[in-house]
């Protein structure tokens, strides 16, 4: 869905009511075994096949859509469909699942099997496999034996059992992962689905009606990897096989290249060979060393980002890196979020703890003073770094790691500013994000969930503001009724990338919670003290994995505005460097990042470094260049652009870079050799 610079632009759009879609529901699966409603399925770890899709949850939505013609339709790529828009996809990973686990349990009778459940783009199944795990040969042999069972066309039968018979039936095949699992299910009765008389599952469903429905030609087994039992390192460590599973062949070949395509993309890939960042083992996992390129990108975006904020009445905080451990019970993070922190450290008797966010220090700096209503609005930020525990496995270059910067936002306001206030943050997170080249986005409004804290009148009215916050902007957005998180409704922004996929940064968040915990008040116009709203807001959500999704939806080819090297030149022999570095130092004064190749190679050698640095604009210098004052220009968009005079270059390159476009040259005269 696409946003709009016009704030008061009105959208055609339709209401498609969407039914709801059962959990993300994980499986477990016995030999000729009980229903599993809800159980967390461990997060995914490294795969050798990249997904084109970051993970996605199920919703449950009113989806607010814009009308699109026909011929548009026709001129886009096969559009693939997802588990949240399309329900029988979802069956078809469902029961591709287990079939797979049916298969394996064929060809492997002493592996046992634990949770299988669809994930964006397939499915995943973790396995108990004694002795040497799978290996990469054996995915063939499953996947020959999945479509042996796929021919049979056998029945899926839904079956509902008391918890005592499921223990009893799980006992008997000596299962005992899936006690486990049977014990973790809170709800009866006990739903079993049977994939013939042959095997059966603790499930909940959905799924196809038989094994013959699953398109043959559209189901791959891809990888395998290894993951501990609950996403616990003291616990066994299991044998994961991913899979995907599409409607179609044509579908199956599409999400083919969009892998390939997000591989060539790949962020910690291009971080290397482009000398942005790298996380040094010997430091520890999950942190990230900016090199002096990347730095030079990060100084850029932020002194953009803080140049918007000063100019949308924003003020700056700088907060410290520790704090008591008192802090963090008050705020109730120590009590609800302490899986997600580090260990505490002793201070001279006291306990004080990294970090983990910025939000309750910005709460003290409030309380610091009693407010008037009169200061109201409020608007603070910071580029905070925090610090949350990631159990190695699930580290990802920069999208997923130990210490990361946020930035981070906090409004504190009247119920009667709210909507104002809202409107402002979204209006800002446009012009940020639209300065990278992302201006498609997917919205979802979030309401108030079945456990919240708050009046039914300030919740009312906080979510009236954002809807009408929403409607204002004239953005199309999908409501989540019941997703909002307890202490308050939100929005989220999700970015589209430049081959499609979808990517969670921005937030805006309502908070009735730590106003309460921390006894924020403010003096009314009639001298009462009443409670601030607070505001949480987040737009990038943290520098390292904007940074990782910006990488690789460019691919590496940043625009001009933000690349570490603008220009770089190229002498076709040493005698024309010292020209060179004449037009580097000029280029300097003006801002422009240039440099001189110094690797005394063959031009054509010159020119494909540079094509491989990705530097946007390349000057070729040689005898004709240095005589007439000029400089052969080759951009990397456009290729040879042909001759111009130097302060032509140069005046033109500091005005894109000023408006953030690509340079538009004009050819300088012809010069006589």
């Known amino acids: 869905m696409r946003g709009t610079t016009n704030v008061g632009a009105s959208t055609t759009s339709r209401i498609r009511r969407f039914s709801r879609i059962l959990p993300h529901t994980a499986c477990g699966s016995s030999r000729n075994s009980g229903s599993l409603q809800k159980v967390m399925g461990i997060g995914r770890r490294g795969s050798s096949l990249p997904s084109p899709y970051p993970q996605q949850q199920s919703v449950r939505m009113t989806r607010v859509m814009s009308t699109e013609t026909k011929e548009e339709t026709a001129k886009k790529p096969l559009a693939l469909p997802t588990n949240q828009n399309n329900p029988n996809l979802l069956r078809i990973r469902h029961t591709s699942a287990h079939v797979m686990a049916m298969a394996v349990q064929r060809l492997f009778p002493d592996v046992q099997v634990t949770i299988g459940p669809w994930v964006d783009n397939g499915f995943y199944y973790d396995f108990h496999k004694p002795g040497q795990g799978f290996q990469e040969e054996d995915l063939k042999k499953i996947k020959k034996e999945m479509e042996k069972i796929i021919k049979a066309n056998l029945p899926l039968r839904r079956e509902e059992v008391s918890r005592e018979e499921a223990k009893r039936r799980i006992e008997a095949i000596n299962e005992p992962f899936k006690l486990e699992i049977l014990d973790s299910i809170k709800t009866e009765p006990i739903t079993i689905y049977h994939i013939g008389d042959e095997w059966w599952d603790l499930c909940a469903g959905p799924h196809v009606e038989s094994t013959g429905k699953l398109p043959r030609n559209a189901i791959e087994l891809q990888s395998i990897a290894g993951a501990y039992w609950r996403g616990d390192e003291k616990r066994e460590m299991l044998s994961r096989i991913y899979g995907t599973a599409w409607e179609s062949k044509d579908q199956l070949k599409r999400y083919k290249d969009l892998v390939a395509e997000a591989k060539r993309r790949d962020h910690r890939v291009l971080g290397q060979k482009l000398d942005l960042f790298s996380i040094q083992e010997d430091a520890g996992g999950g942190l990230v060393f900016w090199h002096p390129k990347g730095a030079t990108m990060r100084r850029l975006i932020e002194d953009f980002w803080k140049d918007l904020h000063v100019k949308t009445g924003y003020e700056f905080l700088y907060t410290p890196h520790v704090a008591n451990l008192d802090l963090w019970k008050t705020s109730g993070h120590f009590d609800f979020y302490k899986e997600g922190m580090f260990d505490q450290m002793d201070v001279e008797g006291d306990e004080y703890q990294i970090k983990p966010m910025n939000c309750p220090f910005h709460c003290l700096v409030y309380k610091d003073k009693l407010r008037s209503y009169r200061e109201l609005p409020i608007r603070w930020a910071e580029l905070g770094t925090v610090y949350r525990y990631e159990r190695s496995g699930t580290l990802h270059g920069l999208m997923r790691v130990r210490g990361f910067t946020q930035d981070d936002g906090h409004i504190f306001c009247l119920p009667s500013q709210l909507e104002d206030e809202i409107v402002g943050v979204l209006d800002l997170t446009e012009s940020v994000l639209s300065r990278f080249g992302f201006t498609d986005y997917e919205i979802n409004l979030s309401t108030r969930p079945e456990k919240?804290?708050?009046?039914?009148?300030?919740?009312?009215?906080?979510?009236?503001?954002?809807?009408?916050?929403?409607?204002?902007?004239?953005?199309?957005?999908?409501?989540?009724?019941?997703?909002?998180?307890?202490?308050?409704?939100?929005?989220?922004?999700?970015?589209?990338?430049?081959?499609?996929r979808t990517w969670q940064?921005?937030?805006?968040?309502?908070?009735f919670n730590l106003p309460e915990r921390f006894d924020l008040e403010y003096v009314s116009s009639e001298s009462q003290r009443l409670r601030p709203i607070m505001v949480h807001r987040a737009i990038f959500g943290s520098i390292e994995r904007f940074f990782g999704i910006l990488t690789e939806s460019t691919a590496g080819d940043f625009p001009l505005w933000l690349a570490p090297v603008q220009l770089k030149l190229l002498p076709v022999t040493e005698d024309f460097r010292e020209f060179c570095d004449q037009v580097k130092a000029k280029a300097a004064e003006?801002?422009?990042?240039?440099?001189?190749?110094?690797?005394?190679?063959r031009l054509g050698k010159q020119i494909r470094n540079a094509e491989m640095e990705r530097v946007p604009v390349v000057a070729v210098v040689g005898q004709k260049e240095v005589d007439s004052n000029q400089l052969a220009i080759r951009t990397r968009k456009g290729g040879d652009q042909g001759t111009f005079d130097v302060d032509g270059v140069l005046a033109t390159l500091t005005k894109a870079i000023e408006e953030g476009v690509e340079p538009q040259l004009a050819p300088a005269t012809e010069v006589s050799a």
């Open 452 to 500: 919240s804290v708050g009046s039914d009148e300030i919740w009312d009215k906080a979510e009236d503001a954002l809807k009408a916050a929403l409607v204002r902007k004239g953005w199309d957005y999908e409501v989540d009724e019941g997703g909002g998180a307890f202490y308050g409704p939100k929005i989220d922004i999700k970015i589209k990338d430049a081959i499609g």
């Open 505 to 511: 940064c921005s937030t805006v968040q309502c908070d």
């Open 590 to 601: 003006k801002g422009i990042r240039v440099v001189v190749d110094q690797s005394h190679e």
